[in-house]
């Protein structure tokens, strides 16, 4: 069995002299943590340009569905690459975005009654969200949720409430977006219960920030993550889709299920919204999609999706060569990649519960799939989030070998790709193991 192997000291020299080549030059405003250049990656295993050989469970923030460099992929994207690399989807045909958009509209919640708007990430495929809203409700207002993210450009940045540093020096933001909490079944807002959370958002939308605030025959649209990635892994109870959903509908207000990070397979269904039962009006999906390929998708009813030509477009935004990359990256996630995120993700969550009857600062073990957090508390009745003892475990793992990301205040993030094995699982659980031991 392949285990990491770290064989000089961290970084290593190649690494040291790349890394004043990009603090020279590179812009400072990206959040990196771990100071190694990746040089080449196959399956959940990375090396870096001095050979030393990482188990990667962060899929480069949970794009990588296929693991690094599948060969299947990579037959796909260098086939298409041979036939043509790009013709902007904008003014010209080609088949694979024809064939994706089909594809797309066969497997999203709802489908096959849907068109396709293609972009090239997250943030784009929300942007096109927030214009199809509003071009088709002639209404101004957003709803979204704190401990959002949905994206950095202007618009997406406006829903986006995750962090102040996201947001500071760059306003005005969209004027018109409000944000709610979010139903957090752990760390519970608006003085509720576990048991009483989602019917105390949802009343707070409906009798505070309707009757007060905003009027719903404003409000083009409610979006939200079916579960809260950078906020911190946060699943909501089974029932608090639904009650939202019935609210929208009193309204008339689309309800737009950002499937960034939690959609194509990861949560060990396609989309996540598929575990609470309800069909939102707009999925945008972007990340996991192509394999790591840029790609980004808004897809809509068609009754919803009939703007304009001119309306809205993007040069890049479905470009061939990532289209095959999807397509065939759909391919595998329908051959069983989405049952093994299942199996895989239900396997290692069984064994993060069992540390949380050895150490005390285990908050919570939570997930769908391989989408899992495991959330260290200061104190258990408190629950106060312990991001110091958060960043701890995630250094002394990378010295390890095990490269993990932290999400939230005291999150630890657990997202392999969707190909990682039972065995894989393994190590990663013996490296986690030792750790825990050295920072408890
Ligand atoms: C739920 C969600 N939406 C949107 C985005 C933005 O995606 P991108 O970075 O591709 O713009 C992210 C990125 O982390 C995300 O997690």
């Not at 959002?148 to 409430?161: D, E, K, M």
Request: with cysteine; hydrophobic share 40%.
């Amino acid at each position: 069995m392949r285990k990491p192997e770290i064989r000089t000291e961290l970084p290593g020299p190649k690494s040291r002299e790349l890394l004043e080549l990009d603090h020279a030059y590179i812009s400072p405003s990206y959040t990196r943590l771990y100071p190694v250049f990746f040089d080449r990656g196959e399956g959940v295993w990375l090396w870096d340009v001095d050979g030393n050989l990482f188990l990667d469970f962060t899929a480069g923030i949970a794009v990588n569905t296929t693991g690094h460099a599948h060969p299947e992929i990579v037959k796909a994207a260098s086939a298409q690459m041979q036939r043509l690399i790009h013709m902007s989807g904008t003014d010209f045909y080609y088949a694979p975005q024809a064939r994706l958009a089909a594809k797309l509209a066969e497997i999203v919640p709802g489908g096959p009654n849907r068109r396709v708007f293609f972009a090239n990430s997250g943030a784009e495929a929300n942007e096109a969200a927030l214009k199809l809203s509003r071009y088709k409700t002639r209404r101004p207002i957003f709803i979204a949720f704190y401990g959002a993210f949905h994206g950095r450009t202007f618009g997406a940045l406006s829903l986006t409430a995750s962090k102040a540093v996201q947001r500071r020096y760059f306003s005005p933001l969209l004027p018109q977006v409000v944000h709610i909490p979010y139903p957090d079944p752990f760390r519970p807002p608006l003085g509720a219960t576990p048991d009483t959370v989602s019917d105390a958002v949802v009343d707070y939308l409906e009798h505070t920030v309707f009757e007060k605030l905003v009027p719903p025959e404003e409000v083009a649209a409610i979006i939200f993550e079916p579960i809260q990635g950078e906020g911190g892994y946060v699943v909501p109870p089974d029932d608090f889709f639904p009650k939202l959903k019935s609210v929208a509908d009193r309204y008339d207000i689309l309800l737009v299920d950002d499937e960034v990070q939690a959609g194509m397979g990861r949560t060990g269904k396609m989309f996540a919204i598929e575990h609470f039962g309800i069909i939102p009006d707009i999925v945008t999906i972007a990340k996991g999609i192509a394999s790591g390929l840029p790609l980004g998708a808004m897809v809509a009813r068609k009754g919803l999706m009939d703007w304009v030509p001119g309306a809205h477009a993007s040069t890049f935004g479905g470009n061939p060569v990532s289209c095959a990359a999807a397509l065939k990256t759909i391919e595998m996630l329908e051959g069983g990649l989405v049952e093994n995120a299942a199996r895989m993700g239900a396997y290692f969550m069984e064994h993060l519960r069992k540390f949380m009857d050895r150490y005390e600062w285990i908050g919570d073990v939570r997930g769908k799939g391989l989408m899992i957090g495991m959330d260290l508390v200061k104190d258990r009745k408190t629950r106060e989030g312990d991001s110091e003892r958060r960043d701890k475990i995630i250094w002394k793992a990378y010295e390890k070998g095990l490269l993990l990301l932290g999400a939230g205040k005291s999150v630890v993030r657990f997202v392999p790709s969707l190909t990682v094995t039972r065995e894989e699982m393994d190590v990663a659980l013996e490296i986690l193991e030792k750790v825990l031991q050295e920072v408890g």
